[in-house]
Every structure is written in structure tokens, then in C-alpha cells.
């Protein structure tokens, strides 16, 4: 909720009611008084579309200009073009400096070392510290994406103190993070630099109509079969408990269930995996918005003892669900 509350300062400072749009996604208010506090993935995505849109901004308000819907459309119909990730990062970073924003881009390469830099402009104010985490998990997964191979980051550089509570390990993969630097970068092995463009125009449009879920949502399963997958669990009655439930999932797409596997294989994420995270979001929503049992959300969340789903959240978060309830309490 952290995350949460600095991605709406913009909007809020700009007047927008954020209640209203907290709402509107399905989050309860009172949970921007717990900054530990956790939701689902799907419900921030969703809070992030409706602030860019309130606001014509997709920096969400954060920055010295509005960044208007539709810039990082011009920006990625350009990279895309690149032939290897070198010259992607190089026209990301040239063209997103014409804007003249409160951010100026660079990649430096160095022996076996490249870096992706952002600075701040003098002069130019920053709103929250939230936007360059933003601008730094977006430049690595974007680029990811464009080679079709997750980059393993050696290192996150971030120009400001530790936080009390971030999400750097979900951000960034679990990345190394140094903090109070004198510019903010992620850092990764040069030979990525080689990689060639994958992507292409027709792969970006789908891209652009699923963000910001391309962006937030873990990279494996941020394809467009695995978003299908995602939508279809979410709709199936007792999906996340049936044993028919791959079966009955590759019925809905109109393909077999060993077309299933190795569309997704492709995408880099697996059938079990995806319902997991599923079942994972559902827990933390049911525990942070309802007074259900225990043994309620369990069941709801596809398990049939209550056993199993405690350790099951525990391994997830590092709390017993009893302990992530008790702490929104505060």
C-alpha cells in the first residue's frame, strides 16, 4: 500500500479524489492506513489505467510535465524498429529525452558492464520517488520483452534512501539494490547488448493494449496466451481446485491441453504457475477486504484444508495469514 499511496500523490495533488478511484478498483481506503499492507497485482494495474486516464498522464501526475497517453507509444514504435537491444536502449533513451521531462536517459557500456541511467533534471521536480522506480522497472522489462529473455540485472542504483516499505524484490526480481547514489540505473552483463530484436509492430500493439499488466504482472506471465489463461482461471467456477481444471481451460481456448503446455513453455510460465499466483492474490485480497475464516479463504483459494494453504501463504509473503490479517489492524 506503500506502492500504492506514492503512485496516487500526483493525482491527489492535482485535486483528483483517490478514495473515489481506490474504490472504484475494488480497494478498500482505510488500507492506505497500513502501509504493509498488500492487494493484488490486478487491482493496482487496474488503479494505474484509471489514474493515467483521469489524469491524460502516464507518469501519473509524478512530474515536472504530463507525459500524454500515447508517449510510450511513439517511444516503442521507434525501439522496436532497432536491430539488438544496444541500439533499442540507445533510441529509447535519445528519444524519450526530446520530451524534455524531469528525467534524461542514457546507456553506457563498459568492458562486460552496461548501464541504463536515469538522472534527474535540474530544475525539474519530481513528485515521488515512485516514478523513478517506475521509470527503471519499466526500461528493464520493456527490454526484456523486446529480446524475449528476462535480464538478469547485476545491480539497481537508486538516487534516494530506503524506503521503510518497497517492493524493490518484486520490482526487480530480487536484484541488489544500492541506495543514496548519485544517479539512478539497473545495470546488467553487456552481452545482452547483442541480443537481437524479437518484437515487432504488430507484437507491440498487443503489447500496448495489455498495459500496464505487461509491465506489472511477473514476466512470465505477461504473454498474451498466459494473460488469456489468467482471465479464464478467474472466471471458471472451482478452477483453482479442480483437477479438471487444465483440461477444462484448453476447452475454453479451443485447443488441446498439450497445445496448452507448450504455448506456454513459449511464453516462459506454466499452467501451475499461473493458477499459484492466482490463488496467491486471491488469498491476499479475501485476508485484506473481508472478515472471512481462515478456513473460508482456503477453500475459496482452492485447497482443501486449511493446512496446506497456511503454509502455502506463509512461503508466499513470510506470514502466517492470521499475522497478515492482524497487521492491517494497525
Not at 166 to 187: R, S
Amino acid at each position: 500500500m506503500t506502492t500504492v499511496s506514492s503512485s496516487l500523490s500526483g493525482a491527489a495533488q492535482q485535486g483528483i479524489n483517490v478514495l473515489a478511484l481506490l474504490r472504484k478498483c475494488g480497494i478498500d481506503p482505510r488500507l492506505l492506513n497500513s502501509p504493509q499492507a498488500r492487494i493484488p497485482v490486478r487491482q493496482f494495474i487496474k488503479l494505474c489505467r484509471y489514474s493515467s486516464g483521469r489524469l491524460n498522464d502516464e507518469q501519473y501526475g509524478l512530474l515536472e510535465k504530463p507525459q500524454r497517453l500515447g508517449t510510450y507509444r511513439a517511444i516503442a514504435i521507434n525501439v522496436v524498429h532497432a536491430k539488438n537491444l544496444g541500439d533499442a536502449l540507445n533510441r529509447y533513451a535519445e528519444f524519450s529525452n526530446l520530451f524534455e521531462n524531469s528525467f534524461e536517459f542514457q546507456l553506457k557500456a563498459k568492458a562486460r558492464r552496461a548501464e541504463f541511467i536515469i538522472r534527474r533534471r535540474p530544475l525539474m521536480t519530481v513528485h515521488n520517488n515512485f516514478a523513478v522506480e517506475s521509470a527503471l522497472m519499466i526500461a528493464h522489462r520493456f527490454s526484456s520483452w523486446l529480446i524475449n529473455e528476462r535480464i538478469t540485472l547485476q545491480g539497481v542504483y537508486i538516487d534516494y534512501p530506503s524506503p521503510p516499505f518497497h517492493e524493490y524484490n518484486y520490482l526487480f526480481y530480487g536484484a541488489p539494490v544500492l541506495n543514496n547514489q548519485d544517479y539512478a540505473a539497473i545495470e546488467f552483463d553487456a552481452g545482452y547488448l547483442e541480443r537481437p530484436i524479437v518484437q515487432n509492430e504488430v507484437h507491440l500493439e498487443s503489447y500496448l493494449q495489455n498495459a500496464p499488466a505487461k509491465l506489472y504482472l511477473p514476466l512470465d506471465e505477461s504473454g498474451q496466451l498466459s494473460l488469456q489463461v489468467r482471465k479464464i482461471l478467474s472466471d471458471l467456477p472451482n478452477s483453482l481446485s479442480s483437477n479438471t481444471a487444465l483440461s477444462d481451460t484448453s476447452k475454453a481456448l479451443g485447443i488441446s491441453s498439450d497445445t496448452l503446455r507448450r504455448r506456454l513453455k513459449r511464453e516462459g510460465t506454466n499452467f501451475q504457475t499461473i493458477r499459484a499466483n492466482i490463488r496467491r492474490e486471491l488469498a491476499i485480497h479475501y485476508l485484506a477486504s473481508s472478515s472471512e475464516t481462515i478456513e473460508n479463504i482456503a477453500y475459496k483459494t482452492g485447497y482443501t484444508e486449511p493446512g496446506a494453504f497456511i503454509r502455502a501463504f506463509k512461503n508466499w509473503t513470510g506470514y502466517t495469514p492470521l499475522k497478515f490479517r492482524k497487521q492491517l489492524e494497525y
